[in-house]
């Protein structure tokens, strides 16, 4: 299956893709979790859809416990949806195989925890093992990939660090260079700036921006910043207790009144001067 | 950036396999008859142009009839164990991981036990008969590690305290019943309690077993070996490797039996040999770096050296009497443990 869509995964990354053309369909996706199938569902993700092309970031928003990080691992296909699918370039992610999937499929998760440390560079080469067999040494090609990687990520100079010894900023870029390894079609984020200050967050999303339009890669990214995303993403989905309120462009999506009511907080929203809508927190509701 | 290449980890190979020959060499040499270097090598050197025949015959009596013997048993058991050792540390995320620890080697002592037990009631013929206590070894184990796994388990994920925890009493549980069974059922004829308890290798095995622990541990090290990338990616998680493109499941599985395989086979020709498999894939680690193409074999060699060692100093450091050689591994490895223990928590 996986060789008819990408024989060998580079030859076809090469072909220019259509701009026009939609790679990443969310249709109708529901999704219940119960640790106990005989109780009723402790969380339930109402019917989601959304569509995004290539070079595109789609960003998720919402209050914690909203359902994002739900809707992000349906996307990635680490759980079946209920009901309805997420097709990448028309097939269901879910239903792909392992392999296959981390071949086009990248996920930048919050801080990776490692066991023993290793070198900033063995780190993104672990972006190469989908296409590895197994007791498959890395070719030069590998090494080509990561180094390109990491220089995509401008974090050259951190190749030969140690990955518990540089700053946390510094660790996310490394953590993308080897999702970029991976030669995705689609990139997932979850929360890529949690620990970051606010020169990295922007750094980081300047980034992806930049790697999206060049590298034509749909962008899918969970995170808290509403002006971080109003000034990056193309598209915004609004989540609510596991339904999905909106799906539009930033300036659609950001009405006052449904931030409020969605975040419970006395917000204003204006129009900067890009024509990007810009939030500010006015004061906490009691 | 300098890839890990085949070639370099054959290169220290080589020279671990060096190390262990001089090893084995002065191994051969130490013992309660003395025999010279010189007697010693030109021994060695009539059996590798096959003239066997040209042998002192007390000479081939003590070197290849009973020294050699235990310690190629000495080179594979320890092998197996720091093998096994060096898998569990990697799928269950815990450097503490080890069979004995994790109280592996106790189920495998219990399996082997019960199986010598059923022998005695089932009249079988030899040829299966033998087969029993590895076999039943190998049960033991797989099922002690998967019990603890799950005991490790605390809402889908493995809690690192939680499973040492459940290691440790889980060992000390199959010890008490291994004493029991040991005094009441089987009467202490069959093997000492310190052999299951503490790991001996001074019991004479038949050819056919030595050529099960061998066959056995080429599998068993082999299977583990082609999930040596996936084990790379396994350190920073479970769900990480995953979107790597790792099978978890899959690895999971064939390291549980194959590891469980290394355990069974050693405990039933040696008993409970601790810390074997703590201590060396952490040497290993030090010297080599963790990446697990490299480690899995210097793991092998480096146990195998170990447990020679360790042999060897049980059968001369108090000759003419013996001590059980998991007395020496737990002399140099509980210390280590505890060090490892306080640096995790520090």
């Keep these: 299956m996986s060789g008819m869509v990408r024989a060998g995964g580079l030859a076809a990354r090469s072909e220019p893709t259509r701009a026009s053309e939609v790679r990443l369909s969310v249709e109708q ?38 359902g994002k990080s739900t809707v992000l691992k349906l996307i990635a296909g680490v759980l079946a949806p209920l009901s309805g ?30 066991l023993f440390p290793s070198r900033a560079w063995e780190f993104v080469l672990q972006g190469r093992h989908p296409y590895s067999r197994a007791l498959h040494f890395e070719s030069d090609n590998d090494l080509i990939i990561a180094r390109n990687a990491l220089a995509q990520v401008g974090a050259e100079h ?37 620990h970051l200050d606010i020169g990295a967050q922007v750094d980081l999303l300047e980034g992806l921006r930049r790697l999206a339009s060049e590298n034509r890669y749909t962008v899918v990214i969970v995170t808290h910043e509403l002006n971080l995303v109003a000034d990056y993403a193309d598209q915004v989905a609004l989540m609510q207790r596991g339904r999905c309120l909106r799906v539009g462009t930033p300036a659609a999506v950001y009405q006052r009144e449904l931030l409020e009511q969605v975040f419970q907080a006395q917000l204003s929203v204006e129009l900067g001067a890009s024509g990007r809508p810009r939030v500010t927190v006015l004061s906490q509701t009691p | 950036m300098r890839s890990l290449t085949l070639g370099r980890v054959a290169m220290r190979c080589a020279l671990l396999g060096a190390v262990l020959f ?55 058991v320890g092998a197996s164990l720091s093998v096994a050792g060096t898998s569990f540390q990697a799928l269950l995320r815990n450097p503490l991981a080890d069979p004995y620890v994790l109280g592996v080697s106790s189920g495998a002592g219990l399996g082997a036990i019960l199986a010598q037990v059923a022998e005695s009631h089932l009249a079988l013929p030899s040829a299966v008969a033998v087969l029993l206590t590895p076999l039943g070894a190998f049960v033991g184990a797989l099922a002690t590690i998967v019990a603890v796994y799950f005991l490790g388990r605390r809402e889908g994920l493995v809690d690192s305290n939680t499973l040492l925890l459940g290691g440790v009493i889980t060992a000390s549980f199959l010890s008490a019943l291994i004493m029991f069974l040991l005094d009441t059922v089987v009467g202490r004829d069959l093997h000492g309690t310190a052999f299951w308890l503490m790991g001996d290798l001074s019991t004479t095995q038949q050819p056919i077993v030595s050529w099960i622990v061998r066959f056995g541990f080429f599998l068993a090290a082999a299977a583990i070996y082609t999930t040596a990338s996936d084990l790379n990616l396994l350190l920073a998680g479970e769900k990480e490797a995953m979107h790597l493109g790792v099978d978890v499941r899959r690895v999971r599985i064939v390291v549980y039996v194959a590891a469980s395989l290394l355990t069974g086979l050693a405990v039933s020709v040696s008993g409970a040999i601790g810390y074997v498999g703590l201590l060396v894939p952490h040497a290993m680690r030090w010297l080599f770096g963790s ?11 480096g146990g195998a050296i170990a447990v020679v060692i360790a042999d060897t100093l049980a059968r001369t450091v108090v000759a003419p009497t013996e001590l059980p050689v998991g007395a020496i591994s737990a002399l140099a490895g509980a210390p280590f443990f505890i060090y490892l223990l306080r640096r995790r928590l520090a």
Excluded: C
């Excluded at chain 1, 109780?39 to 070079?55: D, H, N, R």
């Excluded at chain 1, 997420?86 to 930048?108: K, N």
């Design chain 1, 29 to 66: 996706v529901s999704y219940a979790y119960s640790p106990n199938p005989s109780q009723a569902p402790l969380f339930t993700l109402e019917a989601t859809s959304f569509q995004a092309k290539p070079g595109e970031i789609v960003a998720i928003l919402g209050p914690n416990a909203s």
């Design chain 1, 85 to 114: 699918r997420v097709l990448l370039d028309g097939f269901a992610t879910h239903t792909l195989p392992v392999r296959a999937r981390a071949q086009r499929i990248a996920m930048v998760q919050q801080e990776s925890q490692l």
């Design chain 1, 158 to 194: 951190l190749s030969d660090r140690w990955m518990d010894q540089i700053s946390g900023g510094e660790r996310q870029r490394v953590i993308l260079a080897r999702a970029l390894a991976q030669q995705p079609l689609l990139l997932l984020l979850d929360e890529p700036t949690l």
């Design chain 2, 22 to 76: 001089v090893v084995i060499v002065i191994a051969l040499k130490l013992g309660a008859v003395p025999v010279s270097l010189y007697a010693l090598a030109r021994a060695l050197v009539r059996v590798a142009i096959y003239q066997t025949s040209e042998l002192p015959s007390d000479y081939r009596l003590i070197i290849f009839d009973i020294r050699l013997p235990r310690i190629l048993l000495a080179v594979f």
């Design chain 2, 291 to 301: 990446d697990h193409r490299m480690l899995i074999p210097t793991a092998a060699f």
